[in-house]
């Protein structure tokens, strides 16, 4: 085999795995306005929870971030899930959106009810 022809198979496996990357699959969101709690659930299947896992999850209240949360490891193998405190009116519209390392981002909404 070339020279050539090594380097061209060396690069196509080294970036390979990205494509079988899986970005977030899922994001539910529930908000207890008596316990003015946001409950995040991130669905993300990974083999490879030390390479391959949710980098983060933003939370915005009618557009303004209102916190982040960021991860080096993802300690279970299908999903991420997180409580925060926020204290949101009828009609606001809290956004969550999360990034793996790997693959792109996913987003939802919820209108506070």
């Not at 699959?25 to 995040?40: A, R, V």
Request: glycine share 2%.
């Amino acid at each position: 085999m070339s020279r050539k022809n090594f380097l061209i198979m060396l690069f196509i496996l080294e970036f390979s795995g990205a494509a079988w990357a899986v970005p977030p699959s899922k994001i539910e969101l529930s908000y207890d306005p008596e316990k003015k709690n946001l409950h995040i659930e991130v669905d993300h299947v990974t083999r490879k929870n030390r390479k391959h896992y949710i980098r983060y999850i933003n939370v915005y209240q009618n557009d303004a971030e209102v916190k982040s949360f960021h991860y080096v490891v993802q300690e279970q193998s299908s999903s991420v899930a997180e409580d925060l405190f926020l204290e949101a009116n009828k009609a606001d519209v809290v956004r969550v959106k999360a990034q793996c390392t790997e693959s792109g981002p996913k987003e939802e909404a919820l209108v506070i009810p």
